[in-house]
């Protein structure tokens, strides 16, 4: 997350880039980012390849993603909408800078060994 | 969804494997107002967080109801918060968008989730019919959490179940949303209401 400081500007302000502007005004992510969900995990690979044709937000992105993150979490640190940090995102898993947990199944939950899991960490929280 | 999986390899530099969680979730719907950020905020291991969605074509003609016909995006805020499990498995909670014209949101967020909790306040019943009504017609498992604000306690468990007309068989539970183990314990209940459910079908 970037620290408040480092900007002239508050919040109330607004954006001072248009969100889109970050990429290029594209607002969809490219095949390889299609299957991302507000809940899908981010983790950047410790070895990043050529950095030179990234933009600052990409960057950020992969410093964000050092420990696993969701896309959501990711948008909510960036302070950019969500279909932009999917775009975002679906540059940097193409180049292979970072890897995305499993598609995200579309059904609930239907194991029960899972479900047991989460309920004694709810509990134990 | 409990394995690990990826389309690339999960190897740095040395070889090692590096971790990607899996990820489960639970939505916390309810009217606008109701305390479903205070109920995130008050389980989550980091202060809420809040995402936005913008909205184009679909935004436009809901718009025009409201008289601001020349915007063309709209944003909605997404308040969640997040509970470790363990280091392969995070679980996330959603608040809904309050407001009723972003249900169609609901039903990206509801997909895939392990159930939902409906906030219902006692002063703004109606508020939770909406909620009630989405999660019953998509079968999702959900449990019904009377927020019990200071002062509204004047109500029984089975006064509340009357009024919200809601099935026996759905859980209903007198909570408080800025209390941590209150908000743990509705958690609990969904979770096994979704694992009871589970159990029936088996």
Redesign the interface.
């Known amino acids: 997350m970037s620290n408040s400081s480092d900007w002239w500007y508050d919040e109330a302000a607004g954006p001072m880039v248009r969100p889109y502007a970050m990429v290029s005004g594209r607002t969809r992510p490219k095949p390889a980012g299609e299957d991302l969900t507000l809940t899908t995990q981010v983790r950047a690979l410790r070895t990043t390849t050529e950095q030179g044709t990234l933009s600052v937000e990409h960057l950020e992105i992969i410093k964000l993603c050092r420990k696993p993150l969701s896309v959501a979490e990711v948008a909510a640190y960036l302070h950019a909408p969500l279909v932009v940090v999917k775009v975002l995102l679906s540059d940097l898993i193409q180049r292979g800078d970072v890897i995305t947990s499993g598609p995200a199944t579309t059904v609930a939950p239907v194991d029960l060994n899972l479900l047991q899991k989460v309920l004694d960490g709810v509990r134990a929280i | 969804?409990?394995?690990?999986?990826?389309?690339?390899p999960?190897s740095?530099?040395g070889g090692e494997e590096?971790?990607?969680?899996?990820?489960?979730?639970i939505v916390v719907a309810g009217g606008f107002g109701v305390g479903k950020t205070t109920m995130v905020g008050a389980?989550s291991?980091i202060t809420p967080?809040?995402?936005?969605?913008?909205l184009t074509e679909a935004g436009e003609e809901i718009d025009d109801l409201y008289g601001v016909e020349g915007k063309t995006t709209t944003?909605v805020a997404?308040d969640?918060g997040?509970?470790?499990?363990?280091p392969e498995?995070?679980?996330?909670l959603?608040g809904t968008p309050g407001q009723d014209r972003f249900w169609f949101l609901w039903d990206?967020?509801s997909?895939?989730?392990?159930?939902a909790v409906v906030l219902v306040d006692t002063r703004r019943l109606d508020a939770g019919f909406g909620a009630i009504d989405f999660f019953e017609r998509r079968g999702?498992?959900f449990v019904v959490a009377v927020n019990c604000f200071q002062g509204s306690h004047s109500y029984t468990a089975e006064e509340m179940r009357v009024a919200l007309d809601v099935a026996d068989t759905v859980p209903l539970v007198l909570c408080d949303a800025r209390d941590r183990e209150s908000c743990?314990a509705v958690?609990?209940r969904v979770?096994?209401h979704?694992?009871n459910r589970?159990?029936v079908m088996a």
């Open positions: 969804m409990v394995s690990v999986q990826s389309d690339r999960g740095g530099q590096l971790l990607v969680p899996s990820s489960v979730k389980v291991e967080l809040r995402t936005e969605e913008l944003t997404l969640f997040r509970i470790t499990i363990n498995l995070v679980l996330y959603f990206e967020l997909i895939g989730s392990i159930g999702i498992p743990k958690l609990v979770i096994e979704a694992m589970l159990d």
